[in-house]
């Protein structure tokens, strides 16, 4: 298990959510990296689409990054999204989850190919526990409002939004998100993981300072019930669209560090 670590990144200009040239410059891999994929999962309420500066950002650098869609409708259909993402891979691969994607990279990790879990603003489970047994302890955010629908798919209540979910982005970017909102099953919260890839897998955990959605202090809970190594940037619980050359550079590192790492 790697040892737990804190690593603090100051803020960074916000970059736009279609993926505006970062302000940074970035360093391309080494030639003898072995680990040069990227498979990037996002959560609920959203799609892929929220990880195209983050994706910017490490194709620069030399990674293939691949970003998996998920259905949303089970943890089931959502880690086989995944897995067919993987199975796309040509070697070592970061696996990337974002706050619902957590749980499926939890699920979906454990594939050889996976040498290092990043979790984003995540959730994290054991064997036998669910989504929304995280939140034991700690609840959810009076901020982020979920309005279940007749037929059981949850989406997050347009009035609060942008206060819950994406505080620190453009206005123009967080109506975008609001309008383009992709349900989720609410069932698959409640639906237990059968394996948990942190257990065999490096893992690194970014905490969202100002998240609104997922409590910054269940956030640090989650990453140290897994030994990953935290770091903290100040962003709200999409980090990937507000500082996404900060969560870059966690993944790079990453990357980086489980290269060649036996699984």
Same mark, same amino acid.
């Given at each position: $298990?790697?040892?737990?670590?804190?690593?603090?990144?100051?803020? *960074?200009?916000?970059?736009?959510?279609?993926?505006?040239?970062?302000?940074?410059?970035?360093?391309?891999?080494?030639?003898? /990296?072995?680990?040069?994929?990227?498979?990037?999962?996002?959560?609920?309420?959203?799609?892929? &689409?929220?990880?195209?500066?983050?994706?910017?950002?490490?194709?620069?650098?030399?990674?293939?990054?691949?970003?998996?869609?998920?259905?949303?409708?089970?943890?089931? =259909? =959502? *880690?086989?999204? +995944?897995?067919?993402?993987?199975? !796309?891979?040509?070697?070592?691969?970061?696996?990337?989850? @974002?706050?619902?994607?957590?749980?499926?990279? +939890?699920?979906?990790?454990?594939?050889?190919?996976?040498?290092?879990?990043?979790?984003?603003?995540?959730?994290? %489970? =054991? *064997?036998?526990?669910?989504?929304?047994?995280?939140?034991?302890?700690?609840?959810?955010?009076? +901020?982020?409002?979920? #309005? #279940? /629908?007749?037929?059981?798919?949850?989406?997050?209540?347009?009035?609060?939004?942008?206060?819950?979910?994406?505080?620190?982005?453009?206005?123009?970017?967080?109506?975008? $998100? !609001?309008? &383009?909102?992709?349900?989720?099953? $609410?069932?698959?919260?409640?639906?237990?993981?059968?394996? %948990?890839?942190?257990?065999? !897998?490096?893992?690194?955990?970014?905490?969202?300072? #100002? =998240?609104?959605?997922?409590?910054?202090?269940?956030?640090?809970? /989650?990453? #140290?019930?897994?030994?990953?190594?935290?770091?903290?940037?100040?962003?709200? @619980?999409?980090?990937?669209?507000?500082?996404?050359?900060?969560? %870059?550079?966690?993944?790079?590192?990453?990357?980086?560090?489980?290269?060649?790492?036996?699984?």
């Amino acid at each position: $298990m790697i040892k737990f670590r804190n690593i603090l990144f100051a803020a *960074v200009g916000a970059a736009s959510i279609g993926g505006a040239a970062q302000a940074q410059s970035v360093q391309t891999i080494p030639a003898a /990296q072995t680990v040069r994929n990227v498979v990037l999962v996002h959560g609920a309420f959203a799609d892929g &689409s929220g990880w195209r500066a983050v994706y910017d950002d490490l194709t620069a650098r030399g990674y293939r990054v691949t970003i998996v869609q998920n259905p949303l409708t089970s943890l089931a =259909d =959502d *880690v086989a999204a +995944t897995r067919r993402a993987l199975a !796309r891979q040509d070697g070592g691969t970061i696996l990337v989850g @974002h706050s619902w994607g957590g749980v499926v990279i +939890t699920e979906a990790g454990v594939d050889e190919k996976v040498k290092g879990l990043v979790y984003v603003s995540a959730l994290t %489970a =054991d *064997v036998g526990e669910t989504a929304g047994d995280q939140y034991e302890g700690f609840g959810i955010p009076s +901020t982020f409002v979920i #309005e #279940e /629908q007749a037929d059981g798919f949850g989406f997050i209540s347009a009035e609060r939004f942008q206060e819950g979910f994406a505080a620190d982005v453009s206005d123009a970017d967080a109506a975008f $998100m !609001r309008d &383009s909102q992709v349900p989720i099953a $609410m069932s698959a919260f409640a639906t237990p993981v059968t394996q %948990a890839a942190w257990r065999t !897998r490096p893992s690194w955990f970014i905490v969202a300072t #100002e =998240d609104a959605a997922i409590a910054p202090a269940m956030l640090r809970q /989650q990453a #140290e019930k897994i030994g990953a190594v935290k770091v903290e940037i100040r962003a709200s @619980h999409v980090p990937m669209i507000s500082q996404p050359g900060a969560v %870059a550079d966690v993944i790079d590192q990453a990357a980086r560090s489980a290269g060649g790492r036996p699984n």
